[in-house]
């Protein structure tokens, strides 16, 4: 035998895993040394010179062998626990992909290369040699087995877990501690194993109960996912033992029913009534109502840690809308609690449908909102309803273009834990993992819960037309009471009796009027009869006195100009500040944008909180309100209204993501749980409100109506034709009036720096509140006529209706021009150019709800009128033209015509040439002034109207 052959042998005692591989390593050298590795080529060659001749083998060269071997079995140890080491990575990064969570099982779980040892040369014969699971920062090492087999349970088991694309590293080993400690598994006792089984059985009874009772109604059956009540009966309770005083729930149709009995506690004779056509549940100021499956409710639920306020809001068809409403309303309850942990005490949880999830752009916005310092909420509780079809749609390719339907949450570094709807343990260990992994960190946290759709999309539906090998899948599966009564069965938890009796009691309790569940200690919306029972039944005519004293004035107004010593302001701002002070002491007329400031300067030191935000609002878009001022050296912002006082109320400034649904939802929500505040949001152009109008249909505009919610939400919307296109022209006013019905909001177009004092100042003194949309101007805030005396803000009060400004003979006028707006002062310029006598201008400022008693009384000024013109900038088809010209039919008694001064109909908001925009402006006012033929269709229509009439 060669002598290093021998010497192997004898130093396998010192190295007896290797001496094998050695062995034909060196053989493979002797037959051919460019076989093997350049790094043994090298050892053997050096040991063979250093064993020349045949004398017999001494100590040293024992040495030199086994220097050699242990040197190898180091380099190759550090090899093999780098394998070991990758692979660990992949079952932390990737194993979510190959775990057994979901219970349709129509797919065996995914076998993945990055997964399987073989491919990291990790053979059988490494199995039992041990190794580090986490070399740097654990000392004890565990057989290759072990490591394998803990990988598998906590990775690939009933629940998958998603982490690693997390920046955070503390965060990422917080959740891996978790996780690989616990095996992804929880331990319960027997008595939490019995209650799971309970509400499951609560989940699976009012299902069935419907089902028999009220055959092929909608009710969107949470069957397939009935492990979502257990769930949010878990998170509930332990979020109260936390400190959690208030939860507002956000979720579309797929088991609201049911989580509205078993969960919020609402009696199940109140649901079966409105299956039967019978609801009286509403607010009696919600006119028309709403379905069933849209309602919200709240109550207040006995937990280990005190009462805890469940809300459930409010929500329309559009699915995900609700997402920045929720988180509205949870940052109106947590700024409340000013002085306490306001993130701990509200707890925001969203319920999703899994293609609306994927498929939904404002969930984007909604989570893309949730680190922002406008919006953030303190970490949201996402919880989908992965019933892995929507609608009819359940191929993967055509549902999204990601892996997950949660893939969305993955830009803000949310954790997803996917897991087995038919495990409800596994579930009740996802949702504390998720419930202290917010309160920790305070971020999003989301809970794919991987189940099913028993029934079709309605119950009235067929869903094995579309997608038949699921549902013969379904139809065959048991649901996951019965799964989990057998596995407690054979756990000896409980008898079949028992899993029989439990059924039968919460059967026999539904006909009773009453369920099993958790105590409810109010079972009533408390909404109407706190914070909001005197805006009830209010009117818009309420007088309000919105004056200041000039004293005040000029109190706030040193206030509002004092700034930091050595506060380098920008050239432009200080030429503000300096005119600002100059309009306090009555030396220059007011601007817009010092009226507008000291409308919230008054609020807030009168107790009432202001919320501002919007693109760009800190400075305003078009230079005019500089509420947050900038030191040019330092960077250093300083807001004059947040230092107004020490007892202030406060002032809440944000400059927002340019988002406009995600965003007025969000405003939206805040104002309909805090009515003291004055929330306004601003869009930067008008129109670009046009991105929210779910928001502006399904709840600013209707939500009182539908559901007896109010708000007093204001809207921004500058409004104004100068030439910048279609897309910087127009905010649609149409759209807001053709919504107005039942005075359910407000719709003004303010003209002068003192009728926005007025009217940001009503919006919180009046004992009113309805959504006010405010058409605010672009070019008009530096117009040289576009401005107030000192004394229009301390006297008077926002006037509906603006008559004539300029001393004429009303005996002589003949033609009354009605207008809103800009166009205003086109005309006003243009009528004293042309030094015409007989017309008049009155301005309409606000469009609704109609002023008709201020309105007649201008008119009757005019004895002498005969021709009414309307005169707007936006074309025929848009504008308030249409909306608003049947109250001058109704309200003209004599033989009047009545005409149109407009822009001809347009499909486009407006023009994109300048020279063009001028031609038609000028056309415009022109019209409007000199008078046009007489419209015959027009006018017949006023005569066919009072001819009914008559």
């Not at 090492?141 to 990775?155: A, V």
């Not at 984007?364 to 992965?386: D, F, Q």
């Not at 046009?690 to 209707?702: E, G, L, R, T, Y």
Request: aromatic content about 8%.
């Amino acid at each position: 035998m060669n002598k290093l052959l021998q010497l192997f042998k004898e130093a396998s005692a010192f190295s007896e895993d290797n001496v094998g591989f050695l062995e034909d390593l060196y053989e493979k050298f002797l037959r051919d040394p460019e076989s093997v590795d350049e790094s043994w080529r090298e050892k053997f060659r050096s040991i063979q010179q250093d064993l020349a001749g045949e004398e017999p083998i001494t100590e040293r060269e024992r040495h030199v062998v086994r220097a050699a071997l242990g040197e190898y079995e180091a380099e190759e140890m550090l090899r093999k626990q780098s394998a070991v080491d990758r692979l660990i990575y992949q079952f932390r990064t990737r194993g979510h992909q190959s775990a057994d969570n979901n219970p349709l099982k129509l797919s065996p779980p995914a076998e993945l290369r990055d997964l399987n040892p073989a491919y990291y040369e990790l053979g059988d014969d490494e199995l039992d040699r041990p190794f580090y699971i986490d070399i740097l920062r654990s000392p004890e090492k565990l057989p290759l087995r072990e490591i394998l087999s803990m990988l598998r349970q906590t990775y690939c088991g009933q629940v998958g877990a998603e982490y690693m694309h997390i920046v955070d590293s503390d965060i990422k080993r917080w959740i891996q501690k978790r996780l690989e400690s616990s095996r992804a598994r929880g331990n319960f006792d027997a008595e939490e194993k019995i209650w799971m089984l309970r509400l499951l059985t609560a989940a699976e009874g009012i299902e069935k109960y419907l089902h028999r009772k009220y055959v092929g109604q909608k009710r969107f059956s949470l069957e397939g996912a009935e492990t979502l009540i257990p769930l949010l009966d878990d998170l509930i309770q332990r979020a109260g033992e936390k400190g959690t005083k208030e939860i507002v729930m956000g979720m579309a149709h797929r088991g609201r029913l049911n989580v509205l009995i078993n969960i919020l506690g609402k009696k199940p004779s109140t649901l079966f009534q409105e299956f039967e056509g019978i609801y009286s549940g509403a607010p009696p100021h919600a006119g028309a109502g709403d379905v069933k499956y849209h309602m919200g409710f709240s109550s207040d639920i006995e937990t280990g840690g005190g009462l805890v306020h469940l809300a459930l809001a409010f929500n329309p068809s559009h699915l995900e809308i609700i997402d920045p409403v929720v988180e509205g309303s949870v940052r109106a309850r947590q700024d409340r609690r000013e002085n306490e942990d306001g993130e701990t005490a509200v707890l925001p949880i969203l319920i999703h449908g899994d293609a609306a999830f994927a498929g939904q752009g404002v969930v984007m916005e909604t989570l893309n909102m949730a680190e922002t310092r406008a919006y953030t909420t303190g970490g949201t509780i996402h919880i989908v309803i992965n019933n892995q079809i929507g609608f009819t749609t359940s191929n993967p390719f055509d549902a999204r273009s990601t892996l997950y339907c949660t893939d969305v949450a993955n830009m803000t570094q949310a954790p997803v834990f996917h897991v087995n709807g038919d495990d409800p343990e596994a579930v009740i260990y996802v949702t504390r993992l998720a419930l202290d992994y917010r309160m920790k960190f305070k971020r999003d946290v989301v809970i794919d819960l991987i189940c099913y759709r028993r029934h079709g999309h309605n119950e009235a539906d067929e869903p094995a037309v579309t997608q038949p090998f699921m549902y013969r899948f379904i139809r065959s599966h048991p649901p996951v009471r019965k799964l989990y009564a057998e596995r407690l069965i054979a756990e000896g938890v409980v008898t079949g009796d028992k899993v029989q009796r439990m059924e039968e009691e919460y059967q026999s309790g539904l006909k009773n009027d009453e369920t099993f569940l958790r105590p409810i200690v109010q079972d009533a919306m408390s909404y109407a009869k706190t914070r909001w029972s005197h805006y009830l039944g209010t009117e818009w005519t309420q007088p309000c006195d919105t004056g200041l004293p000039e004293t005040t004035i000029h109190d706030l107004t040193q206030r509002l100009i004092s700034i930091p010593p050595d506060f380098g302001l920008h050239p432009r701002a200080a030429a503000i500040m300096n005119n600002r002070r100059k309009m306090a002491a009555g030396e220059i007329p007011l601007d817009w944008g010092f009226a507008e400031t000291l409308a919230y300067a008054s609020l807030l030191t009168e107790g009432y909180s202001v919320r501002l935000t919007g693109q760009d609002v800190g400075r305003g878009t078009f230079f005019h309100r500089h509420a947050i001022l900038y030191d040019q050296g330092s960077g250093d912002a300083y807001v004059p209204l947040q230092n107004l006082s020490d007892n202030q109320a406060r002032f809440h400034l944000y400059d927002s993501l340019l988002s406009e649904e995600g965003v007025l939802g969000f405003e939206y929500g805040y104002s309909s749980s805090e009515p003291d505040t004055l929330v306004i949001w601003e869009a930067q152009f008008g129109d670009f409100a046009n991105n929210a109008q779910v928001v502006i249909d399904q709840f600013i505009s209707s939500g009182e109506t539908k559901w007896g919610r109010l708000s007093g939400l204001t809207m921004l919307l500058p409004h104004g034709y100068e030439g910048q296109g279609p897309e910087h022209s127009s905010a649609r006013i149409e759209r807001y009036l053709q919504l107005c019905a039942e005075q359910n909001m407000q719709v003004c177009v303010p003209t002068t720096p003192a009728q926005i004092f007025h009217l940001l100042r009503r919006q919180m003194l009046r004992p009113y509140r309805k959504p006010l949309i405010i058409m605010t101007p672009k070019s008009l805030l530096r117009h040289k006529l576009a401005t107030s005396p000192l004394d229009a803000l301390s006297s008077g009060e926002f006037r509906n209706i603006i008559g004539e400004i300029d001393a004429h003979d009303p005996a002589k006028i003949t033609r009354v021009i009605l207008c809103t707006g800009k166009v205003f002062y086109d005309l006003l310029e243009t009528r004293r150019k042309e030094n015409l006598h007989n017309v008049a201008i009155i301005r309409i400022e606000q469009l609704y709800p109609f002023p008709c008693d201020a309105f007649m009384q201008e008119l009757a000024g005019y004895p002498q009128m005969r021709e009414l013109i309307w005169c707007q900038e936006e074309p025929e088809n848009q504008g308030a033209w249409h909306q608003i010209k049947h109250r001058f039919l109704n309200l003209l008694e004599k033989d009047i015509v009545l005409s149109y001064a407009g822009r001809p109909m347009s499909a486009a908001p407006a023009v994109g040439q300048f020279h063009r925009h001028l031609e038609q402006q000028k056309k415009v006012v022109e019209d409007a002034l000199f008078g046009t033929a007489p419209r015959q269709e027009l006018l017949g229509i006023v005569h066919a109207h009072r001819s009914h009439r008559a």
